[in-house]
């Protein structure tokens, strides 16, 4: 049996600034530009490996460890812009292995908790495109293949580039200007640090994508998001990763956050995502900025209750003294605070 045979990994991102809504639901083009931080590979991370032959029968997949359907029009347009180009290479080149009319098997496994908001289906869809990519030999860059990836889902194009990632909303109805660009490498601001704090990690209750529809069809602070807030934060934000300005970095990320989910809530009927433990460990970090009189903690939520705080690596038992104190029964720990006065977080 001739068999080929190509594995990836492709990590986490985290938004920073929030992509919400959808001007094209086929193609997931945003109603907005958005940025992130891609985590590192060693953390969060999808495993994906794709097999094609001749042999191979039908297109399947596995999903940490059980069958899942391939028909969703969502894979189905990634697989078929694939082997689209592949085609491409083998009309140029007939020496080629003719792999584009061949079926894929793909077997992924991710090591954190699938569809907790934890950005399980950027990570998903950047590593199947990015097996493919690679079992094709695709010459395309990955602002190009990072656009295979958003048709699989949004955020996925921003995981194909490490570091500081910007997704450009574009402006074209086909899609071909709505890409992933990188701002700067991760060792460009490498004290940069992110925690994550799992609050839980059962299934969101409402899926993404239609919570973004309902917030688009009936959010009135949703148009003013768009229009007058994403814009201007977008150049700021650049701006500052570039400066390495970290107060304003923070500012900006809490913001956002608080914005997106402002629009979830003004969606009819509303949307929460954030739960009680959620909005204490906000209050948490405005206690820690405020008692330090320094910004030392940035918080954002995605589409669930989990928390991802960005911080500076010389400040991390400033903040984790305050985590410690609240979530972990330390032994030995010499507490500086009352039980009323921490309990107040939760
Ligand atoms: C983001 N989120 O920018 C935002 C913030 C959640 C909140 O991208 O429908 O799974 O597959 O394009 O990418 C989650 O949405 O949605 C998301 P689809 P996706 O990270």
Redesign the pocket.
């Given at each position: 049996m001739t068999l080929f045979v190509a594995s990836t990994t492709a990590p986490v991102?985290?938004?920073t600034?929030?992509?919400?809504g959808?001007r094209d639901k086929t193609l997931?083009l945003?109603t907005n530009s958005?940025i992130?931080v891609t985590l590192s590979q060693e953390d969060l991370r999808t495993l994906t490996s794709v097999c094609t032959g001749p042999e191979i029968t039908e297109d399947k997949l596995w999903l940490n460890g059980s069958e899942e359907s391939l028909k969703s029009e969502?894979t189905q347009n990634c697989l078929a812009d694939l082997r689209k180009l592949r085609m491409k290479l083998e009309d140029e080149d007939s020496n080629l292995p003719k792999m584009s009319k061949w079926n894929v098997v793909i077997v992924s496994e991710n090591n954190f908790p699938t569809a907790a908001?934890l950005?399980s289906?950027?990570a998903g869809?950047a590593a199947l495109v990015m097996a493919i990519a690679k079992l094709y030999e695709l010459p395309d860059s990955l602002s190009e293949i990072s656009k295979i990836a958003?048709k699989?889902?949004?955020?996925?194009c921003?995981s194909l580039l490490g570091g500081y990632v910007a997704?450009e909303m574009g402006e074209k109805a086909d899609g071909s200007d709505s890409k992933a660009v990188q701002i700067a490498p991760m060792e460009h601001w490498p004290n940069m640090k992110a925690a994550i704090l799992v609050v839980s990690a059962s299934k969101k209750d409402t899926?993404?994508?239609s919570g973004?529809q309902l917030t688009v069809g009936t959010s009135d602070l949703f148009q003013h998001r768009i229009k007058d807030v994403v814009p201007h934060r977008f150049v700021e934000m650049k701006q500052a990763v570039l400066e390495k300005d970290w107060p304003t970095f923070a500012e900006l990320t809490m913001k956002d956050s608080n914005s997106?989910h402002a629009t979830c809530l003004d969606s009819f009927p509303p949307i929460f995502?954030m739960n009680d433990v959620s909005k204490g460990i906000i209050k948490l970090c405005h206690f820690i900025n405020a008692f330090y009189n320094e910004t030392i903690v940035a918080y954002t939520f995605?589409?669930g209750p989990n928390a991802v705080l960005y911080y500076l690596e010389e400040n991390e038992s400033k903040l984790f003294a305050f985590i410690y104190e609240l979530f972990a029964e330390v032994p030995g720990w010499d507490s500086k605070f009352s039980k009323d006065e921490l309990t107040q977080f939760l």
């Open positions: 991102n985290i938004a600034l929030k992509y919400w959808k997931n945003p958005s992130s969502r908001g950005a289906s950027a869809f958003r699989g889902s949004g955020s996925a921003r997704w899926p993404s994508t973004m997106f995502y995605d589409a």
